[in-house]
């Protein structure tokens, strides 16, 4: 069952005997914008502490291990154009239970999110420093952690002015600076009002009966619309590299390139093919010729992001093979346009996917990510049978097509002081 409640706030429920665990899921979903992504991860933390009902992290675990250990999170996303507050409650199927759990579990996130540990419209004092301080340590601490420093390097490299794309999904320490408890606060009633919602309840649940739990939740009609998905980059002719000094023994050596896809459409298998041959499994050329056989680099893939049409390289090696690993690279994307693979790589690579995809439909998790997908993209995959007939389709024309709309766009080196 999906239906509209108001103007922008979805009900999704997806009964199935499948699980021993029932899970709700909200997201709230408005444009990506740098102005306001570090304001959203840090609100997460916030309500995910305590609140007006539970103002202590003690007081909101006790709660949680009376409901048999049920468990709580929230978290952020991109996905392209949008970013994403998710909230998620797991509590163990009512057929299990002397008594039911999914009202207490709605009533539970209804207080958590609509009566935070405010006083006087502004999020209590000790919480937010607390939280805020949190938040700054593991930002800073990402400097230490020099894989993720080059994958978010290249980013901003291939992404450049649009700061909105080039900002990590979780902020900056330099935005994080400047909120303040009240401002916060500020933030968090304007999404309240403003963001999409979606409400995702997936188990052995009776659709009329969850709908009567969410229907007094205070969400008002909204009246701003969720863009396009999609985020495509223009290309450009040039490649940019930066190069980036550090106190490091293994040197990183990320590549971006734009791909040229449509969003879960007619394109979207034969990329997503041409990825996994390219870089994306333990199949790949990328894995088989550059770590094993020339053994070049301590780690080779690549990953695929179909919302905003970008290719991740990632790759651990010694500084003075860059070139050298460069090259390889560039052979092992054009072995793929010319078609230099065998039948049967093709077909194991494409029967590896479909392994991944058949056991993801076993996890509550991507079924309701799936349902929200479904929603935002009317392209995607209903079911695991029409994905799959969608990669068996794919040719090796197919696949060399896709492979040849992947462009080199941008190169991020991180390398030790003295490992040139």
Sequence with gaps: MRKEMKP???????????????RINVQFLAPLQRATVTKRTLLTSLLETNSAVYPTQAALSAHLESLYGANFSIGV?????????????????????????????????????????????????????????????????????????????VQQLYFGADQDQAIPSFGTREDLASLTASSLAAYYQEMMQHD???????????????????ADWPLDARSQTVPAVAFDLPTHPDVLTQTTKVNAQQAKFDLAYHVETDLMGPKYAATLVAEELFGGSSLSLLFTNVREKASLAYYASSMFDAFRGLMLVQTGIEGKDRQQVADLIRDQLAAVVNGDFSDALLKAVKDGILDHQRAAYDSPRFLTNQALYQLLVPDAPQNFDEFAQRIKAVDRQAVQQAAADMKLQATYFLTGEDSE
């Design 8 to 22: 922008g706030v979805w009900l999704i429920v997806l009964p199935t005997t499948q699980f021993k665990t029932t």
């Design 77 to 153: 996303a991109r996905e392209g154009k949008l970013h994403r507050i998710g909230v998620t409650m797991s509590t163990v199927d009512d057929r299990f239970t002397d008594a039911p759990l999914l009202p207490q579990a709605a009533a539970f996130l209804r207080t958590i999110l609509f009566e935070p540990n405010m006083q006087a419209g502004s999020f209590d004092e000790a919480t937010f420093a607390r939280e805020k301080e949190n938040l700054d340590h593991y930002l800073a601490s990402l400097d230490d952690d020099r894989q993720t420093q080059a994958a978010l390097g």
């Design 196 to 214: 999409q919602v979606i409400i995702t309840v997936l188990g052995d649940v009776d659709p009329k009966q969850v709908a009567a739990l969410f």
